[in-house]
């Protein structure tokens, strides 16, 4: 039968998860000459501004050989189905996989289909991880200038990182490996400071996200208390819809349901009430520095502006307080100090939780240090000792990962894994291979980190999920999220 770009499209829209698809448009747009593109805008991408026209496949309809055209890193999955690709002189980055080899696949055969779903999802994660085409593979080259040198390019109006540099979103510089992501941790210029104080004003503030990354992830509910003079005097809280369906882990672990978000606002609708809500508020919560990254990203996205509040973190004071504990989560802290809350992944209810222990701790550190003075002061001095697998003695006992056992999963983008263990080792934690009941922290590698991919999570990502859901107190984060904990982003 004759085959054209209108099936490739339809083949692709019948292996990409549905969860994809509820929030993006598949097309086919003319490029110069007999060559289509198969296209996809979203407004469920990671950066949400950058949502038209990213290339997912190219296709051609006539001549000797019409062919379907990839990206060369998937020749792998390509030569798994048997129908390896070729790849001409003028296209370094891109293989041919001819249309009538592609038609000769066994398409009812459940193992090709399971292949077809795994690469289609995965061409798709990456386009909406700006891993996508573009139109000659110099980056670097029009990374360097900020724009781009190759305007006649066959290709170059469906080039992503072309729409990327005009939208102000530089990826590379100098060098590949070199990643300066501008929305990235090393670029929040503004961000407040962590502190540590007992102010007689502050907002207690909880996000509830579908992942534990501000570049890849999304806001999904907020809570906040308004406290003055100890007193909560006011109150916010809303679901936001995300744009997309979120992953089931995320409803069992929050209770949120997809059902619950589809009649939400969207964060553009509910950011202007958080700004208005917290102005310059000193921020508390729990682990906050994961609430303020999130800020930060969706006020420059949704408001123009950076989120610039100072922090004060309760597991930083807890972790200080509970020194001889292991465990340091919200919950933990409630069961530590005999407190009646309510402590069950639901913002305003977290926030609550937290405000209470708050008040708790100040009178813990009266007892134990005499005055708040003495407290801050114990804080900023005092050091543990102990010699793990480094050549550092010193370690600072409130770091996120010191003693803590990390586990890497997936290849990292800017390390190699025994250069990103060490600085975990560097920072008084260890490391492990496997996923058990005692790891505190699943690293995926950037290119693992991808919402919603059907079936796409590694053997570790599902143990490491079950255990979540069984109440023990491990995070799973990706490569992007271990350099901002590690302080690797500022070096």
């Known amino acids: 039968m004759p085959v054209n770009s209108d099936d490739v499209l339809n083949l692709l829209k019948q292996y990409i998860s549905i969860d ?12 110069k000459g007999d060559i289509d593109s198969i ?32 990206r060369a890193k998937y020749s792998k999955q390509l030569n798994e189905l048997g129908i390896g690709p070729y790849k001409t002189a003028a296209e370094n980055d891109f293989v041919r996989v001819l249309i009538s080899d592609f038609m000769t696949l066994d398409f009812a055969n459940s193992n090709i289909s399971v292949q077809l779903t795994a690469l289609f999802n995965k061409i798709f994660a990456d386009a909406m991880s700006f891993d996508s085409f573009g139109c000659c593979s110099k980056y670097v080259d029009c990374s360097n200038a900020d724009k781009c040198l190759h305007e006649d390019q066959l290709y170059s109006t469906a080039c992503m990182y072309r729409k990327n540099l005009e939208a102000g979103r530089n990826f590379f510089k100098d060098d590949k490996s070199k990643i300066s992501e501008k929305d990235n941790k090393s670029e929040r210029a503004f961000k407040g400071h962590s502190i540590i104080c007992y102010p ?13 990354s501000p570049n890849y992830d999304d806001i999904i509910e907020v809570g906040a208390i308004k406290v003055s003079d100890g007193k909560i005097v006011d109150t916010f809280k809303s679901l936001i819809n995300p744009g997309y369906k979120i992953d089931s882990f995320i409803t069992e672990l929050t ?6 978000l589809s009649s939400a606002p969207s964060i553009d609708t509910v950011l202007p009430l958080v700004d208005k809500f917290v102005g310059d508020s000193i921020i508390v919560g729990h682990n906050v520095n994961f609430d303020v990254n999130f800020l930060y990203e969706n006020y420059m996205s949704a408001l123009n502006k950076p989120f610039t509040n100072d922090f004060v973190d309760t597991m930083r ?14 919950s933990d802290i409630i069961d530590y100090l005999d407190v009646d809350a309510d402590c069950r992944h639901r913002a305003l209810a977290d926030c609550e939780s937290t405000y209470k222990c708050y008040i708790k701790m100040y009178q813990l550190i009266i007892d134990k240090y005499g005055s708040e003075d003495n407290f801050v002061r114990e804080f900023k001095s005092k050091k543990s000792v102990r010699k793990l697998y480094t050549t ?14 990390c586990v890497f999963t997936g290849v990292l983008d800017r390390l190699s894994r025994k250069d990103a263990a060490q600085l975990v080792y560097d920072v008084g934690g260890r490391c492990a291979d496997n996923v058990t009941k005692s790891t505190d922290f699943l690293i995926l590698g950037n290119n693992d980190y991808c919402k919603s991919i059907k079936d796409g999570k590694s053997n570790k990502h599902k143990k490491a999920e079950k255990y979540k859901l069984d109440g023990q107190d491990i995070e799973i984060i990706p490569e992007s999220v271990f350099y901002d904990m590690i302080g690797f982003n500022e070096r």
């Open 20 to 31: 994809y698809l509820a929030g993006s448009d598949l097309y086919i747009k003319n490029n």
């Open 39 to 70: 296209c996809v805008s979203s407004v469920a991408t990671a950066y949400r501004r950058a949502v038209k026209d990213v290339l997912l496949l190219r296709v051609k309809n006539t001549g000797a050989k019409p062919y379907i055209g990839f």
């Open 200 to 212: 007689s004003e502050y907002i207690v503030l909880d996000l509830e996200t579908t992942g534990l």
């Open 255 to 260: 209770g949120i349901t997809n059902d619950m």
């Open 317 to 330: 004071i807890a972790r200080k307080l509970f020194a001889d504990k292991h465990h340091h989560r919200l």
């Open 392 to 405: 550092n003695i010193v370690f600072d006992e409130t770091h996120p990962l010191f003693n803590k056992e």
